[in-house]
């Protein structure tokens, strides 16, 4: 069987794993929560019900069945791709993901470059020379991103730059009142820019500190040693060896930060009220929208499969040891 | 060419408790590399040699500390020097393909190499072209990755990476672990043409065998001390020639001369003796060596540490 072949399979069978056990944590996790899925359903008409009617929607529902015979029939609708209605929005949860996913898309490709471009570079300047000034300014800055919240940084850009400064628009990913033709693509720019930044410049930190501490352990190794005995400088060093050798724990990581990404657009959405899938995801849990919220959860472990599955084929292109390896036994 | 005398290396450690202390490692080193010879230093493995190498080339870690005296061609070989020679005038050959980048090819790392030598950026190509046909590798070799080298190609590529930078002195670490004999063979072969090509070339290795076959003197390294230097040819019949009792036990434990071992162990560099450092293994060891550590002194044309001799 071909190297791609086998590998394909393992993702494969690694995938379908990983949906099985999400469905069923979430759906132990959302049983035992104390949602009611008729009580969030009715809604503010909840008065106007009478316990009888109650019943005959539960009955309607199945929610008479037990637990076990409830959960195989959502999961086999699960796998026959049909993921409900949204209660909030009243259409299909699918077709909501699809909407809300593009506007996220965006922000998120755009930190994800950003934060994985800028934390290289800055992680390499600061391995190159371990204590220098800028080394210590890159890890102060490191440390200080890492352990704020990318809800308060966005708060904070958007006090300084959409309250104060009136540079970056207060909310929303166009102003609001204008039809949806009337949007331009400078509007939605001008509205991504600063969720961008914040998600950007929180994702820079861990990459930034992973890349230094790879670039002086590559500075430190047997090949470094022999590359200075042949009389080069570090820039050299950095240039030949470093960059290369570095960037292959940089792509798995930047491929295992998608979660963490996603986690932080949640949040920063939010703050931004930006209707991208964060914002969705909060909307679903603050107000017991079950379909869209597991719909979302699956969609996310997808997502960040997809994401590690990319790093990993990257990977696997970059390293000449697996690349050729694999090709020539 | 190189001009080694009473070197010291010592690193300072931190022991518990944040305790400062100074560990030397090489205590008392003398060598002299002419050029168009062959100088072996034979000693145990992780006697700590490979530091001389180091040493000379400049790259001890941060905490090392350098004494004794290194000149080269003439003049101090002072760390200024070292880093303007280092990959110009003076190579190094290391031990494996560890040494190489992994994930460049290694036709890439002679070239690399090359430039670093100072040869021009127009040129590289054809000089790493002419030291792979002169080693015998093949051009599509140059494409290859050190992983995909076997050892007896990785030895050439090694070698082709000290030689492209026209250096006048090599320094070889351990140029045959654990090589098949063909190998080895060839390897020393390389190593004796370029000194006879009027290079200077130090070998440093634990395979005093091997080291005769090539080397024109061969320097004994016991305990960070080099307790003598002798012409190659003085290990001959039973060792009469040879000056120190240790250089003689090492010629006796070899399987060809009668396998006689020599029992004990070296001091560890932070318990050494006062005086002479192979008195506890020494056959004709007498009160006045535990005195005094014994200086180099000139001996039937080489030199030794030991009052006796
Ligand atoms: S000085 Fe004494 S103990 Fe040392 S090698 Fe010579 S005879 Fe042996």
Redesign the pocket.
């Known amino acids: 069987m071909p190297e791609w072949m086998s590998f394909a399979g393992r993702k494969l069978l690694r995938l379908i794993t990983l949906l099985v056990a999400v469905a069923i944590f979430s759906y132990t996790l959302i049983s035992l929560s104390p949602i009611d899925p008729v009580d969030a359903y009715i809604g503010a008409d909840m008065l106007l019900i009478s316990p009888e009617q109650r019943a005959q929607i539960a009955a309607r529902w199945g929610l008479d069945q037990p637990p076990l015979a409830r959960f195989i029939a959502w999961a086999r609708e699960l796998a026959g791709g049909n993921f409900g209605t949204s209660l909030i929005f009243n259409r299909p949860v699918l077709e909501i993901i699809g909407e809300r996913f593009i506007a996220s898309l965006g922000l998120m490709a755009t930190a994800w470059l950003v934060s994985g471009l800028l934390g290289y570079a800055l992680g390499i300047l600061a391995g190159a020379r371990p204590g220098s000034l800028l080394d210590r300014a890159v890890r102060l800055y490191a440390y200080i991103l890492a352990s704020s919240p990318s809800f308060w940084v966005a708060l904070l850009l958007l006090m300084a730059f959409s309250v104060g400064l009136r540079w970056t628009p207060i909310c929303c990913a166009s102003p609001p009142g204008l039809l949806p033709e009337e949007v331009t693509l400078a509007h939605r720019l001008h509205h991504l820019i600063l969720p961008a930044i914040t998600l950007s410049i929180v994702g820079v930190a861990n990459m930034a500190l992973h890349t230094r501490q790879k670039l002086i352990e590559v500075l430190e190794s047997d090949y470094a040693l022999f590359a200075r005995a042949q009389g080069a400088t570090t820039r050299d060093l950095v240039r030949h060896h470093g960059l290369r050798n570095v960037a292959l724990p940089a792509i798995t990581l930047q491929g295992a930060s998608l979660s963490e990404l996603f986690g932080g657009a949640v949040l920063v959405e939010q703050v931004f009220t930006y209707p991208g899938l964060g914002e969705a995801t909060v909307q679903a849990a603050l107000r017991s929208d079950v379909p869209l919220l597991l719909g979302i959860v699956f969609f996310s472990a997808i997502f960040v499969f997809a994401g590690n599955t990319l790093a990993d084929l990257a990977y696997r292109l970059v390293d000449p040891r697996i690349r050729i390896g694999a090709a020539t036994p | 060419m190189l001009q080694v005398q009473g070197l010291q290396v010592s690193f300072t450690v931190y022991t518990q408790g944040l305790r400062q202390r100074r560990l030397t490692v090489i205590t008392d080193l003398d060598v002299t590399v002419r050029a168009g010879e062959v100088v072996a230093i034979v000693g145990a493995s992780g006697s700590g040699k490979s530091l001389l190498a180091h040493a000379i080339l400049g790259i001890l870690p941060h905490n090392a500390e350098l004494g004794g005296s290194i000149s080269f061609q003439g003049k101090p070989l002072t760390q200024a020097r070292k880093e303007a020679l280092r990959g110009r005038a003076i190579a190094l050959i290391p031990q494996t393909v560890a040494a190489l980048d992994p994930l460049m090819p290694v036709g890439e790392q002679v070239r690399l190499a090359a430039l670093r030598g100072g040869v021009p950026a127009a040129g590289a190509r054809e000089v790493v072209a002419a030291s792979f046909a002169r080693y015998g590798l093949a051009p599509e070799a140059a494409r290859l990755h050190p992983f995909q080298v076997s050892g007896g190609m990785a030895r050439r590529v090694l070698v082709s990476t000290a030689v492209v930078g026209q250096a006048r002195l090599l320094i070889a670490d351990e140029p045959t672990p654990g090589l098949h004999p063909e190998v080895v063979t060839e390897t020393l072969g390389h190593l004796r043409e370029l000194a006879d090509g009027g290079k200077a070339v130090l070998m440093i290795t634990h395979d005093i065998e091997a080291a005769l076959r090539v080397a024109d003197t061969v320097a004994v390294f016991y305990a960070g001390t080099t307790?003598e230097q002798a012409p190659a040819r003085d290990f001959a019949g039973g060792g009469e020639a040879l000056r120190?009792?240790?250089t003689r036990a090492l010629w006796r434990a070899l399987p060809s001369q009668g396998f006689v071992p020599l029992p004990g162990a070296q001091p560890a560099p932070d318990a050494l003796p006062p005086?002479?450092?192979?008195?506890d293994r020494?056959?004709?060891?007498?009160a006045?060596?535990?005195v005094a550590r014994?200086p180099a002194r000139e001996l039937r044309g080489g030199t030794v540490?030991?009052?006796?001799?």
């Open positions: 307790v120190h009792p240790y005086g002479c450092l192979f008195a020494c056959p004709l060891v007498t006045a060596c535990r014994p540490r030991c009052i006796h001799a």
